[in-house]
């Protein structure tokens, strides 16, 4: 079974900057994806990479602050931070395709998951 385990969470004020490392137990060659999840709302996805070239995705909230990026791990770095940025964030692969935003972004089509990590923004 693929492990994935996040890194780099935090507290921050706003306007600050984050980065979210992944590191998976082994390659997963498919897309990976970041999602959030806030107290009281349902999970979203934030971003997602393809395992070879290809378009990235991004959820219009973080569009132009986040970046996310893949090597040995698999980071999401998040600049200007928002107190609407508040959440647990989770990082998730599958083997197959990103294909699409929709489907990208879309937690149904995903394998692995990690345990989450804090981030908090606020002053």
């Known amino acids: 079974q693929v492990r994935l385990v996040e890194s780099g969470g935090g507290s921050v004020q706003p306007g600050g900057s984050l980065r979210l490392s992944c590191q998976a137990s082994?390659?997963?060659?498919?897309?990976m994806a970041w999602f959030r999840q806030a107290p009281g709302k349902e999970r979203e996805g934030v971003a997602a990479i393809p395992g070879f070239n290809g378009e990235i995705y991004y959820a219009d909230s973080v569009k132009g602050r986040f970046t996310i990026s893949r090597g040995k791990t698999f980071d999401l770095q998040m600049n200007t931070l928002e107190s609407e940025d508040s959440a647990i964030y989770y990082c998730?692969?599958?083997?197959?395709?990103?294909?699409?935003?929709?489907?990208?972004?879309?937690?149904?089509?995903?394998?692995?998951w990690g345990q989450g990590t804090q981030v908090t923004v606020s002053s």
């Open positions: 082994e390659h997963i060659p498919g897309c």
């Open positions: 998730a692969g599958r083997r197959g395709l990103c294909s699409s935003s929709e489907r990208a972004l879309s937690e149904n089509n995903y394998s692995y």
